[in-house]
């Protein structure tokens, strides 16, 4: 993605970031992985509690094998306010820099918040994947819109979320007898690729290995506890 684009969001009202999403959200493609998947991404935002600094990061894993293969990071600033529905304008312009560091493109990513489980059906995960043309996942802790049923207790175990009667994503069980994580594809996957992807990056913890190592690494940052 080119730097002008990225650039673009930064300078976005509120008003028109919402228009934006109206718009994009006809370009998102949930159709089948074409090729088979050899790494996989997660990527993160941690920011400052008395400044508007930020950190970004992707972390990348050889997959099924789940090996950290490579991890890129950015330091900036925010310039778009915190509003709910509107976390891609204030976080893609960062991971969008961090990503493009990477040697290659992970076959996916997977983003810490929403992909289609959105009120205009383009979280952050959806809208990453639009552009940067890749698959993309979305793997948040809490529901943004949505109903469901809690599902059964054991990993794997999973309920529908549903908007009326469209299927948005799932409320899945990564671990046993923990609280679920809200599943929704991004772009380029299938909901039933997106859901057998996080199960497999979910070999101990709650949160996919891939993501949960991009939060580790953000907040290491934001602590000093790494050089800057």
């Known amino acids: 993605m080119s730097n ?9 009202a509120p008003s028109d970031a919402i228009e934006l999403q109206s718009r994009l959200r006809s370009k998102v493609k949930l159709i089948p992985l ?10 993160d935002v941690s920011f400052s509690m008395e400044s508007d600094e930020l950190w970004a990061a992707v972390v990348i894993y050889k997959y099924p094998e789940l090996v950290e293969v ?36 992970p076959d996916v990513i997977i983003c810490d ?19 940067l043309n890749c698959p993309t996942i979305g793997c948040a802790k809490t529901r943004l819109i949505g109903e469901y049923s809690e ?46 992807i996080i199960i497999k990056t979910c070999p101990k913890y709650r949160i996919p290995e891939p993501i949960r190592s991009a939060h580790n ?3 290491r940052l934001r602590k000093g506890q790494m050089p800057a």
């Open 217 to 219: 690494l953000v907040n």
């Open 4 to 12: 002008r684009k990225n650039e673009t969001i930064l300078k976005l």
């Open 113 to 131: 918040g929403q992909g289609i489980a959105h009120p205009r059906g383009l979280g952050i995960a959806s809208h990453l994947g639009i552009m």
């Open 151 to 196: 599902p059964g207790p054991l990993k794997g175990d999973y309920s529908l979320l549903k908007v009326g009667k469209k299927t948005v994503g799932v409320v899945l069980r990564t671990r046993d007898n923990v609280r679920p994580v809200f599943v929704s594809p991004g772009h380029m996957i299938t909901l039933d690729q997106s859901i057998d």
């Open 34 to 43: 074409k090729r088979s998947i050899e790494k996989v991404g997660g990527v």
């Open 70 to 105: 490579e991890s890129k990071w950015v330091k900036g600033r925010a310039h778009f306010p915190y509003i709910p529905g509107l976390l891609s304008f204030r976080e893609l312009p960062h991971i969008i820099e961090a990503i493009g560091k990477l040697k290659t493109l």
